[in-house]
């Protein structure tokens, strides 16, 4: 058994006052630590996902996509804070700390609806880290099919037809 990776901590929330859906991912990928940029990675079709439901051009510089999305009421974050991993895998993640959802959400009071990229990563980690943010009163939480480039089981059509749900809340 080698060393465990040293623990890393992931990137702060994006938001604004207005924010109305909080997506939440699991943890960057190690391409998105490098960048300092949600969905860094170039085959993650977050940004693909966005384009088609907001109309935010995916070549935009990373600021001006961010921006857009939080002009449409959108925040971005993940359900782990900080953990060990090595590489990019979710199922690789070890001794997860949750990024501190209730007090975002108090800070937030607009946030109607969060949004789970994915079940194995998201969805795993918010019920084994903070499972009581499912039952917080006046916000739905919903697992959307993750836009990683691991999940080869959904079309990008069908990604965005299933994300389009999160444009009731907005």
């Known amino acids: 058994m080698g060393i465990p990776p040293l623990r890393q901590r992931g990137l702060p929330p994006i938001a604004g006052p207005g924010a109305r859906v909080l997506i939440l991912g699991s943890f960057p990928s190690v391409a998105s630590l490098a960048r300092g940029e949600y969905y860094g990675n170039p085959r993650n079709q977050f940004w693909q996902v966005t384009e088609a439901l907001f109309g935010i051009n995916r070549s935009l510089p990373y600021l001006a996509r961010t921006a857009a999305l939080v002009d449409r009421g959108v925040a971005l974050w993940d359900v782990v804070g900080s953990c060990r991993r090595a590489g990019s895998s979710d199922a690789a993640i070890r001794d997860a700390e949750a990024n501190d959802i209730a007090t975002f959400l108090a800070a937030h009071p607009q946030v109607l609806h969060i949004a789970l990229n994915g079940t194995t990563g998201a969805e795993t980690q918010l019920r084994r880290l903070a499972p ?39």
């Not at 917080?136 to 993750?146: E, F, K, M, N, Q």
């Not at 836009?147 to 037809?161: C, D, G």
């Open 132 to 170: 009581e943010v499912f039952s917080l009163p006046g916000i739905t939480v919903a697992t959307y099919p993750s836009t990683s480039p691991a999940n080869a089981r959904f079309t990008l059509a069908e990604k965005v037809q299933a994300w389009e749900a999160i444009c009731g809340f907005l």
